[in-house]
């Protein structure tokens, strides 16, 4: 029954997002044909972002309205949701340029969209610095758009709202936690080792905890009237939930399937990142083992056997175990505090459901 | 008399902007700071970019709204021109990452402060590629600081306001002109040579004229309560105004002297810029002059004596010449337009200084 109602009411507001989503950009491409009919591919490149994806964050804003006495499909939280995956197209397309990310949902991203079309079309100068030029501004755009189907929500997202601190927030701790990533890319090695793995965890929980789980459930919950210790409910639920989510992305990225993931196997290996895995193995694994990831992290070229020796090493030494020990830790932590949280059994069950899946994916 | 009342008040308002800065930048400070100290020396890129400047946007927006009858010294209107010199910092930090400027103002660009930190620290991996890392996520930061401040001035700039409506206009413009920028550089080429002059124009008025005059004076007057009709009378002073001030922009890129501007000399014909002073080049010099200029713009390693060269074209054919006429005919279509502007003493005088400061600088 409960099982029910919620693929439907979740499939409805879904759909919904996916429709706020269109008319949106169905308006700012008259404003942008207007200028000019070359700005096409841009918009291309956003619309076709936020068409696919997983909607976790959109979810995550909806439950939480849910949760706190919100009505079903009603405006605002559409309108929320569809602020939300504006932002995150915007996100993904600077993160890869940053992490040099050649592929995106099993498709090319967005600035190699824009060096494919130079190539193709024969245009002059460098085409890997067109794609980056493209890109920078498509990811401005579409992170201005996110601004303003969020300022379309009206009053309760309005100057001084609860709603709006929290999308602030989000923005500039997501931000924050993007530059300590990639400080730590370079400054890891470096630094002193012993710190490696709590440096890890908080560039996990701002970068991507706080902003994939914790802030977006707050804002629905804002969004529609919950109180104060409903929103401090909310945190303990979706902050560990949403460390969980990226330490299993981390795990992902090494070992995940490229078929699933959508991204080569060992892309994070390539880009360099530090992550709590990875500190884990520096950590464990014999000093030659140590020295052999250190040598290997960030390399653009690192072939399939590198991947594969570094995966041995992470997986014997036991840096798998303990990151996946982590990930059941704040699985459980999540799931103890979703328990206590004083909600009706639809929104409750929505996100027990929303929590599983995040915890135990596969891409 | 009105002289002396200009100064003062021009002044004042431009300590209020200043100060708005500082404390708008002092509370995000904060924020960060509990993140990490870490990201300080993001901060520092974004508050070192505000402080200096010509201000230009900010003193549009502040006489559109003194000349649509707002009061002197009032708190939206500083609000707006912090608003405005935020946005205008992000555009400048992304921007330079997009043209490859590695100066602003005499010092380093952002990509450049942050690659010589990497440098200076003994970092990790690739400088130049922190660099770009880094500002990209600085010049995000600054973009959704701006929104902030914009948002922070309340009701005359919520949601559906004319104001908020211009604010949104002018982003969307000045990043779709920028990308008309960029493709020309690659595409302008391979097009047919008779359109470039108006390719020009065209990406002049959106990434520069629409965005540095007419939506500053157009959003300070309808935060003032102009009325449609004061609005287009401003369009029609600020727009030809903003055409002559890139055309200027454009004639100090190739001719400027470095110690005015700030920026190494010819750094435009290293970018590739296909501004209107190079499209009239490329179409009064002869075959072989204009196969030199196409060989030469976007080469990074372009050497004294070829920017010495590619000067002596652009003025013996005509070019130019043919520019500075331009320039004037834009000033002329300014200067008539403020002329009829039903305005009192005060406002126009402060008008008529700025379109002078703008039209005939020398940086």
């Given at each position: 029954m409960v099982a029910e109602q919620l693929r439907v009411e979740q499939a409805d507001f879904v759909a919904a997002v996916a429709?706020?989503?269109t008319d949106f950009l169905t308006t700012r491409q008259s404003i942008m044909m207007a200028i000019s009919p070359d700005?096409?591919?841009i918009m291309g490149s956003i619309s076709n972002l936020v068409t696919g994806g997983k909607r976790l964050r959109a979810l995550m804003c909806y439950w939480g309205w849910r949760g706190a006495g919100g009505p079903a499909s009603a405006k605002d939280i559409v309108t929320a949701g569809a602020a939300l995956e504006l932002f995150q197209a915007a996100a993904l397309i600077h993160d890869d340029i940053i992490d040099r990310s050649d592929t995106r949902r099993g498709?090319?991203?967005?600035?190699?969209?824009?060096?494919?079309l130079?190539?193709?079309?024969?245009w002059a100068l460098d085409s890997e610095r067109f794609g980056h030029a493209a890109a920078i501004l498509a990811g401005d755009l579409c992170l201005s758009f996110s601004e303003e189907a969020f300022t379309d929500i009206g009053e309760t997202a309005a100057s001084g709202s609860r709603a709006r601190l929290i999308f602030n927030l989000m923005r500039s701790e997501v931000m924050a936690g993007q530059y300590l990533d990639i400080l730590e890319e370079v400054a890891g090695p470096v630094r002193d080792r012993a710190g490696a793995v709590s440096r890890a965890q908080s560039i996990i929980r701002f970068k991507s905890a706080k902003?994939?789980?914790e802030h977006p459930l707050a804002l629905g919950g804002a969004l529609g009237g919950a109180s104060d210790e409903l929103l401090r409910g909310y945190s303990a639920f979706a902050l560990p939930l949403g460390e969980a989510f990226q330490l299993r992305d981390d795990v992902l990225g090494v070992?995940?399937?490229p078929v699933t993931t959508g991204k080569p196997a060992g892309d994070d290996l390539r880009e360099g990142k530090r992550t709590v895995l990875v500190a884990f193995a520096l950590d464990l694994a014999t000093p030659e083992e140590s020295a052999f990831i250190d040598s290997k992290l960030g390399s653009p070229d690192l072939g399939e056997e590198d991947v594969a020796e570094i995966r041995r090493i992470i997986a014997d030494c036991g840096a798998l175990q303990a990151t996946e020990v982590l990930i059941e830790e704040f699985g459980a932590a999540a799931y103890a505090a979703l328990e206590v949280l004083p909600l009706e059994d639809l929104p409750k069950t929505a996100l027990r459901r929303l929590a599983e899946a995040t915890v135990s994916r596969a891409a």
């Open positions: 429709g706020k989503l700005i096409d591919p498709g090319p991203s967005v600035h190699r969209r824009f060096s494919q130079h190539e193709s079309q024969g902003y994939s789980t070992f995940g399937d």
